[in-house]
């Protein structure tokens, strides 16, 4: 079993952070059995082809513009992730649908890839997130936990929960 | 880094001088490789033009322009079959924002396919080669292990976890890929593509004055002239003489930039004495028209000795080309015999392009050497990679200036610092999309993008793909590139309709 979870995102944005937040904050405070690769995939945009090839299952936290109001979550599964974001909110959205369209035609598409995401309120130069975001924060935790123990992972508490 | 160095009067060790020659010699390559192909080629390729062509007839094209091995007609069938899948299924993805069929393109349908062919070999590529940059910069597109007074890559023969034989064998065998690719693939593919669009050997050429700091320095001294790539400025387009590069000729006004100076937004600035305090004045977002006589950028009017000075590649491969730089003449006079065209040929968005790709070959060339010198110090016991006699800043004098030189992918790029008590007092940076998307200035001299559109020619206003491939031709960053295309292309039409 072969299991990436990314968190993409500019934690110099505001909300659009939310993602590198999220996995760093799983990273510290749980345990995997089997492990899996946990990654701050950060801005980067072809860069991150070689950590999607060849896995099972990648799991994705994003900011998404899902044109609903701020702190609005929802997860999209495998095809539905490039056609929904095709309104491109930030450049490394670019990356994103570019590294998912270059797996696919390269024949090296994870099994399954799994976007959870959250509608951001504020994209400005701030390292600060929004209360809105801020507060669905352990939402999202849960929903990415739960996405590993479908896969098959068991998650371990390391530390309580913020 | 380099700015602080300079301030504090810190020379490297040689180990760190050869380490960034390397992170910047691949990082040169793959970034170079990665714009032509995953960036600009689709301004010249049309992707759907592919399905049309004959795979055999393909293969005899290949064939003819290279001995690279993946080339048989059942090679271009598979590639063709991938793209058919991909238009069917409705989803370009990558291909997703072109103006595919638009009549601006000119390829016969096989050297599409074979650039397309090109394209995902290249992604392929790109993602093994860069592991050199991630063995000594730990992360790309980000190295991680620069630090003022040297690297943080250890080097140990007796260690697994840093440089010994096992990385300089897997880094001479990274640079023998790039270079083969580079080689074989990519010269190949833009001498095939350039000539069928010579016409831009005469658009797009801009403001006819060429900047470079100079990099890949030969010696540890600070700011040194003795680079690989030598410095220097052309004026007016004259190869026959380059000016030493002085950073005290480099300054910004605000005039037409959202920012304000606490004096005069018309008086130019050195970047020592460099103000960034925003003063957005412009209309509210979304807006259909941004009103150029008054302030419209982000950008402040970077300008040399006065004059909007292009940087980038083509910058450095005419600075190396003027100054008799031996390697890179003869890549240039090949490249330019092969096209049938003169040197001036060069300014345009054309050479531009080409630039990228000389410098793509001589960059990959000298890898195995910048390897071999590391080797080599190892081989002697030298394995210092730091000096950390300034490390402690009760050792820095109580004010002090520095500037940094660095020659980055896209061009000049210089940190300016003024450390007061020990902390920072002033930090600018003037980068190299700074110097090409620079705004008019006190004088209104026109920037580098704004004066290399005039006079495009644009088949179809609502598809002007011509300003992409001038824009693109500089390599401007994806987010900046964005950008652009939607407020810059469409004022360009407007500028033409007056």
Known sequence: MKTLLVGLGNILMGDEGIGVHVINDIKQRYSFEPPLEILDGGTLGLDLLHFFEEKDDVVIVDAVNFKREPGYIDILRDDEIPSKINAKLTVHHIGLSDILSALKILGKTPKKITLIGIQPEILDMTLDMTSVVKERFNELIELVINELKEIGHKCVLLSPQK | MRAVENALGITIPDNARILRNLISGIQYVQDHVIHFYHLHALDWVDVTGALKADPAKTSALAQTISDWPNSSPTYFK???????????????????????????????????????????????????????????????????????????TPIDPNSQNAINAGTISAMLGYAKKAQDFVEKVYIPDLLAVAGFYKEWASIGGGVANYLSYGEFQKDTKSNTTNCWLPAGFIRNRDLSKVEPVDHKKVTEDVAYAWYKYSDDDKKAKHPWDGESTPNYTGPKPPYEFLDTTKKYSWVKAIRYDGLSTEVGPLSRMLVAYASGHKRVKEVVDMVLGKLGVGPSALFSTLGRTAARGIETLVTAEMLPTWINELAANIKKGDLKVHNGDKWDPSTWPAEAKGYGFHEAPRGALCHWVVIKDKKVANYQCVVPGGWNSTPRDAKGQRGVFEESLIGTPIADPHKPIEILRTIHSFDPCMACAIHIVDSEGKELIKVRAK
Not at chain 2, 86 to 110: C, D, M, R, T
Not at chain 2, 114 to 136: F, S, T
């Open chain 2, 78 to 152: 598979a590639v063709q079959g991938k793209v058919k899948a991909l238009v069917e299924s409705g989803q370009l993805g990558i291909f997703a924002n072109g103006y595919w069929g638009h009549s601006a393109y000119k390829l016969p349908p096989e050297a599409n396919l074979m650039a397309v062919a090109h394209y995902l070999e290249a992604l392929e590529w790109q993602k093994d080669v860069i592991r050199m940059q991630v063995l000594l910069g730990a992360k790309n597109p980000h190295p991680q292990t620069f630090l003022v007074g040297g690297m943080a």
